[in-house]
């Protein structure tokens, strides 16, 4: 089975400035999704990014980017130009490949991202 | 338009009792999902369907029963609730295979008293 690993229960980061939020994640398979959720105080899951295992370049949208690290099994989250409106809890997930569309989402525990203005 | 909706958002009930949450999503996906969120914000699948047939059941108590009339709703019916059953109980969806996101619905707080 695997397993997502997120060992920052909480974070804190000035306005404007960059944090990096760390996963780390444990599986047999080669192909695989990995995605990074953020869930505000409205607790809507909000989907950040997305990164095919099969791809080397990592995804990057606006002022979100990540470091995938296959043969390490690290995934981890840069958001830049912190805002006030990043102040979530974010999730990494993990998603098989094999069996098609039915697979479930395996969640880390979660890091909490506080923003200081 | 909402894309996945739920309904209750709110549950408050009483130890014993049976209760169902709907789910309802208009994206035109195939792949329907019931995710637990614990009180320390811990997401857990429960259950997936795929074109109607129960594709996942990830050692959820036999009291939980997915229920899917039709492609696009998946509910979740919940006999002789526990105190441990209160959580936020997500419905998600995605459309077949490959790395397509799941789109959540807003999430079902359970109380149960």
């Known amino acids: 089975a695997q397993t997502v690993t997120q060992s920052q229960p909480e974070m804190s980061v000035q306005e404007a400035e960059t944090v990096t939020l760390s996963c780390t994640y444990d599986?047999?398979?080669?192909?695989?999704?990995l995605f990074w959720y953020k869930q505000p105080p409205s607790r809507q899951m909000i989907l950040v990014i997305r990164?095919?295992?099969?791809?080397?370049q990592n995804a990057t949208e606006n002022r979100f980017s990540v470091n995938f690290q296959k043969a390490a099994k690290s995934f981890s989250l840069k958001i830049s130009d912190s805002q006030l409106g990043d102040a979530a809890m974010y999730f990494c997930a993990y998603r098989s490949y094999s069996g098609g569309g039915a697979d479930g989402l395996t969640f880390g525990k979660g890091t909490h991202l506080i923003i200081q203005p | 338009d909402t894309a996945v909706s739920q309904t209750p958002k709110y549950l408050v009930t009483q130890m014993g009792n049976d209760k169902s949450i709907k789910c309802e999503q208009n994206l035109g996906h195939d792949t329907m999902y019931w995710y637990k969120q614990d009180s320390k914000k811990f997401l857990k699948i429960m259950f997936s369907?795929?074109?109607?047939?129960?594709?996942i059941n990830e050692t959820v108590p036999n009291r939980f029963s997915p229920k899917s009339p039709d492609k696009a709703h998946l509910n979740l019916h919940i006999n002789s609730l526990e105190l441990g059953d209160s959580a936020v109980y997500f419905c998600?969806?995605?459309?077949?295979?490959?790395?397509?996101?799941?789109?959540f619905g807003p999430g079902t707080r359970l109380t149960v008293t």
């Open positions: 990164q095919e295992a099969y791809k080397q």
């Open positions: 369907y795929n074109n109607k047939e129960l594709i």
């Open positions: 998600a969806s995605s459309q077949g295979a490959g790395g397509q996101e799941q789109y």
């Open positions: 599986t047999s398979e080669s192909d695989y999704y």
